[in-house]
């Protein structure tokens, strides 16, 4: 076949729905791995599905990403960005960690399944480093020495998290084991026997009473009653 007669080959397109993998970018991976887990959980999480989603090679994502687990680090990043999104210190110490701790639930319980499978990292990240500043120059100002204020503010975030995922993970069940969860304090726990249970008989009509609101902020509460009254000594 001469040059001449010779037909040029049509220009390759890319396929409907799937950009080329030169526009993926730290950000968008981040975005849509942030809206896979939170709409169908963790398992959902992998390169190739990730991949799919993006419209791209899977391959591509570790252009921008060493591996999974720092997509992981980089989710974990993201909840504490939304908790520390427009806050400001207080001038106490006291009611500065306690706004910070009801962001991080509110984080936790707006992307439960987020928060089930990152609260436990570290992030290493520009949020999670201000934050720690922000708890750590807090109980500084309470009156702690250098050591005690790093030894409570690990102290503090651990449990504010450890609840929240805990309350987060309860609302990443199903809608049927959830409220069968629920109603166990209104059913089964009334109906224990004041015989062999009498203790719990007597406080059971109160259980119900403490919901989930009501658990977090008294765990916070006993918390800081306890640095409260170890600042006093410091």
Not at 62 to 81: P, S, V
Not at 149 to 168: G, K, Q
Not at 170 to 192: C, H, K, N
Request: hydrophobic share 45%; net charge neutral.
């Amino acid at each position: 076949m001469t040059a001449s007669r010779a037909k040029a080959a049509p220009p390759t397109k890319p396929r409907r729905g799937r950009p080329p993998s030169t526009s993926l970018n730290h950000d968008l991976i981040l975005d849509t791995a942030f809206a896979l887990v939170d709409r169908e959980g963790a398992d959902a999480l992998t390169l190739r599905r990730l991949g799919s989603d993006l419209g791209a090679n899977h391959t591509a994502v570790l252009r921008h990403f060493a591996g999974k687990d720092e997509i992981l680090l980089g989710l974990a990043e993201r909840l504490l960005q939304e908790a520390m999104d427009g806050f400001a210190p207080s001038k106490d110490w006291r009611p500065t960690l306690e706004t910070l701790a009801r962001r991080v639930r509110a984080a936790c319980l707006a992307h439960p399944q987020v928060a089930v499978l990152v609260a436990t990292r570290v992030a290493r990240r520009e949020a999670e480093f201000h934050g720690a500043d922000v708890v750590i120059g807090a109980l500084r100002k309470a009156g702690f020495d250098d050591r005690d204020a790093a030894r409570y503010y690990r102290t503090l975030v651990d449990t504010a998290l450890a609840v929240s995922s805990y309350e987060a993970s309860v609302v990443a069940l199903g809608s049927t084991s959830r409220e069968g969860d629920r109603m166990a304090w209104r059913r089964e726990y009334l109906a224990v026997s004041p015989s062999r249970y009498p203790d719990l008989a007597a406080v059971a009509p109160y259980l119900a009473e403490a919901d989930e609101d009501d658990q977090f902020e008294t765990t916070l509460g006993l918390l800081l009653d306890a640095i409260a009254l170890r600042a006093r000594t410091a």
